[in-house]
T-cell receptor, first 112, second 113 residues
Framework: ELKVEQNPLFLSMQEGKNYTIYCNYS?????LYWYRQDPGKSLESLFV?????AVKQEGRLMASLDTKARLSTLHITAAVHDLSATYFC????????????FGAGTILRVKS | EAGVAQSPRYKIIEKRQSVAFWCNPI?????LYWYQQILGQGPKLLIQ????????DSQLPKDRFSAERLKGVDSTLKIQPAKLEDSAVYLC???????????FGEGSWLTVV
């Protein structure tokens, strides 16, 4: 069974600080996704990472992928309040029937 | 470009009643997904369609849940009879094909009392 684990599950941070969310998965992946979800809203795609060493950046968020370690990170630089949301990583792989499996999510609260 | 449309947005029903959710994917998207998201958890895939054929329904509780995709476009997800543990958000998503970016709808919020 493909398992995707995120940590931390809850993160409270001050504005201006840096932090990293970790996503571990249990098997080889074809793609790794990061999504953002605001309360009461749907999922917004942030990044799709396809290969080992892939790094993508958008604003204050940077995502990276290490397929050998089966690890992806989402790094937040100089957090601002608008980044408060729940962040999910998700993995899909042909090994498990092309099924997108999500982690439990990380609730991020940025305090002013 | 219009996004994934879902209705109804909110539904409250009593246990043992039935409910149906409707989804209209982004035009031209061949792959359609239904996910269940229980409060505090990540979404879980219930069923995946490729055009109007089922690709994966291994996690669909078939004794009470059913889904169809008419003519490879719109889809409906039905629950009958509902149980308390079915209270969740039901997310519909679509992609051009497997492996392409998946776009999610706003979700249909179900409360079973």
């Amino acid at each position: 069974e493909l398992k995707v684990e995120q940590n931390p599950l809850f993160l409270s941070m001050q504005e201006g600080k840096n932090y990293t969310i970790y996503c571990n998965y249990s098997t080889t992946s074809d793609r790794l996704y990061w999504y953002r979800q605001d309360p009461g809203k749907s999922l917004e795609s942030l990044f799709v990472l396809l290969s080992n060493g892939a790094v993508k950046q958008e604003g204050r968020l940077m995502a990276s992928l290490d397929t050998k370690a089966r690890l992806s990170t989402l790094h937040i630089t100089a957090a601002v309040h608008d980044l408060s949301a729940t962040y999910f990583c998700a993995v899909d792989t042909t090994e498990y029937g092309n099924k997108l499996v999500f982690g439990a999510g990380t609730i991020l609260r940025v305090k002013s | 470009e219009a996004g994934v449309a879902q209705s109804p947005r909110y539904k409250i029903i009593e246990k043992r009643q039935s409910v149906a959710f409707w989804c209209n994917p982004i035009s031209g998207h061949a792959t359609l997904y239904w996910y269940q998201q229980i409060l505090g958890q990540g979404p879980k895939l219930l069923i995946q369609f490729q055009n109007n054929g089922v690709v994966d329904d291994s996690q669909l509780p078939k004794d009470r849940f059913s889904a169809e995709r008419l003519k490879g476009v719109d889809s409906t997800l039905k629950i009958q009879p509902a149980k308390l543990e079915d209270s969740a958000v039901y997310l519909c998503a679509s992609s051009l094909a497997w492996g392409w970016t998946i776009y999610f709808g706003e979700g249909s919020w179900l409360t079973v009392v």
